[in-house]
């Protein structure tokens, strides 16, 4: 072992007494809890380091080596160990370093119960042994891993127990290992329950600790364990059994088994959380009257998804006026519902709304709500900057131009930034000239499989803040080349994001497919000047000199980008026939 022994004859070598050991400059001591559970496998880290010394003296013995019996037994190893330098001993970084890599795990860890306990309880026991054991213990799991903890069928108890005792010395040593936990996850439709009083209790003793950055709560119940399924009421109990310890929580996600189901315990942990709960999300749940009334004390709601719900009637419209601060509401239904008085109530009572989207699972004609409502709700929340509409049947190409992105009947300034028109199969119609929206950075037109291409030709020359485009796949081929020449790439599948470059100066939409037409013989000298500089025009299609096709049937303000970045100087066979555009445009050409 040449390497060990020449770390035996560096200086200051020294080793430190468990469990009378100094912890990191605050407590004089440790909790012997901690300590004995990293005492033996430290202990274990130090026969297996030293095996080939210390084999002769232990290879019979069952019983774990004391400090004592070390010494009695190498004394010239732990005479070189010890430091008389130093009042309290300690091991020289390179032996500790050593020593506590043997408590690395063999796999990297990536749930809870893999997590190396021994080494995260070695790394609180005193400065130094911090200062070796954190980086270690840092590369042995997975980034983020403490920041949820979650509760199923694969949860340790008892590694969670020692987990909690490790946070409770954290803390009493001003460490930031309670900090990191975010959330906690409660799977109910994978526990058992005949071991759920144990792990709910682990969740209480965990709340006690108080993590001032746990703020959220996710419970799901969706697709429950068919050998040991839980009652409604069981499912309930849990509710009751989280109100105790649930206080700091500031956002709720639940996830029901089936949308007709009325969680009605449910009412009581809203009521509890209500002083504090900034955002929900319901999925597969019965809003009731009861769950109206909790809903209503949820003064302080920032953030609300609602997700395939049964809802009595349009009881939301009566909720909706306690949320004065409300940002964000997505409703998502698959089934025929009516929601008009829910978003008109919306536009009225929630005039700070920047997010808003409505998805229809369901067939086109489930649409829940009017054309009225929701150009109530663009017209009113003047900070709104989503907008998502899914699988809308009202919705037109001449609703999106003449409301949603230009200002020709509002003068008030709109922030919108990002519009998705998912799945709408009557934006058919074609765009008409009108001023575009600056302020849009991303557009999504997914499976708009009737989108005509001069939508897109509008959208990318009127917008010119666009950085992200998802195009309808009918169109990929059209819009291939002519969306390059605005900085676009092809990002994924049909997404297009734009490069580093300057974007398009707006221009006024006009087609010139009608104003070129063919060359003709005569003017064969012209046709090979401009082959000369690489641009060729003819039957309103652009080419290079080798004769592949850039261009067919673009805008105005195309030619002009390409013409900015390709060509000093754009040869029209009939000038004349665009003099009019070019001068109502205000953009100076040059002609040969």
């Not at 009751?240 to 949308?259: A, E, M, N, T, V």
């Not at 999925?283 to 395939?308: F, K, P, Q, W, Y």
């Not at 919306?346 to 229809?360: E, K």
């Not at 998705?420 to 849009?440: F, H, I, K, M, P």
Request: overall charge positive; charged content about 20%; proline content about 5%.
């Amino acid at each position: 072992m040449p390497y060990l022994v020449s770390l035996f004859s560096a200086s200051q070598i020294g080793w430190v007494t468990p469990p009378e050991i100094k912890l990191i400059d605050r407590n004089p001591t440790i909790t012997a809890s901690v300590v004995r559970a990293s005492y033996r496998s430290v202990v274990t880290a130090i026969v297996n380091s030293f095996a080939s010394i210390l084999r002769p003296a232990y290879s019979n013995s069952l019983d774990w080596p004391t400090w004592a019996a070390l010494s009695n037994t190498v004394p010239r190893l732990m005479a070189a160990l010890v430091n008389r330098n130093h009042s309290q001993p300690c091991l020289v970084p390179d032996v500790l370093n050593q020593v506590l890599r043997h408590l690395l795990p063999a796999t990297h860890a990536t749930i809870l119960s893999e997590t190396p306990w021994d080494l995260f309880a070695s790394s609180m026991v005193c400065r130094s042994w911090y200062i070796e054991a954190r980086p270690l213990l840092d590369k042995s799991i997975q980034l983020g891993l403490f920041r949820t903890v979650i509760y199923n069928n694969r949860f340790d108890i008892d590694g969670m127990k020692r987990y909690i005792d490790i946070l409770a010395e954290s803390r009493r040593n001003e460490l930031d290992d309670l900090d990191q936990i975010e959330q906690v996850t409660i799977d109910v439709s994978s526990l058992e329950y005949y071991r759920l009083d144990q792990k709910l209790n682990t969740l209480k003793e965990l709340f006690h600790l108080r993590p001032r950055n746990l703020v959220e709560l996710k419970i799901v119940i969706a697709r429950p364990n068919q050998m040991y399924s839980m009652t409604l009421n069981e499912v309930n109990n849990v509710f009751h059994d989280l109100r105790p310890f649930s206080h700091p929580i500031k956002r709720l996600d639940l996830k029901g088994y089936r949308y007709t189901t009325d969680y009605t315990k449910m009412n009581s942990l809203l009521t509890l959380l209500s002083p504090q709960l900034e955002s929900l999300r319901l999925t597969h749940c019965t809003i009731s009257l009861g769950t109206n009334s909790a809903l209503r004390m949820c003064s302080r709601m920032r953030e609300v998804s609602l997700s395939d719900v049964h809802v009595t009637g349009e009881a939301l419209a009566f909720v909706l006026p306690a949320w004065p601060d409300l940002r964000q509401f997505h409703y998502t239904h698959s089934n025929r519902q009516k929601l008009d008085h829910t978003i008109e109530a919306l536009a009225i009572s929630c005039p700070r709304l920047q997010s808003f989207a409505l998805v229809n699972l369901g067939p086109m004609d489930n649409t829940a709500v009017t054309i009225s409502n929701v150009c109530a709700v663009v017209t009113r929340c003047t900070e709104l900057r989503s907008l998502r509409l899914v699988r809308i049947s009202w919705v037109r190409i001449s609703w999106v131009v003449g409301l949603v992105l230009t200002d020709a009947s509002h003068k008030r300034y709109r922030r919108l930034e990002n519009l998705d028109l998912e799945g709408c199969l009557n934006l058919d119609d074609r765009v008409t000239v009108g001023a575009g929206w600056s302020e849009l950075r991303t557009l999504s037109l997914a499976r708009c499989d009737r989108l005509d291409e001069s939508f897109l030709e509008w959208a990318v020359g009127s917008c010119p803040k666009l950085e992200k485009m998802v195009i309808p796949g009918h169109l990929m081929e059209k819009t291939n080349m002519w969306i390059r020449w605005h900085g676009f790439h092809r990002h994924r599948g049909n997404t297009w994001k734009r490069e580093g470059g300057q974007p398009v100066a707006p221009l006024s939409h006009y087609t010139f497919r009608s104003c070129l037409r063919t060359p003709s013989y005569a003017d064969s000298d012209v046709i090979r000047k401009s082959r000369a500089m690489g641009v060729y025009i003819g039957n309103t299609s652009l080419y290079q000199s080798c004769g592949r096709p850039l261009l067919s049937q673009v805008s105005i303000f195309s030619v002009y980008s390409f013409t900015r970045r390709y060509a000093r100087v754009l040869i029209f066979y009939s000038p004349s026939s665009l003099y009019d555009l070019l001068i109502h445009s205000k953009v100076r050409w040059g002609f040969v």
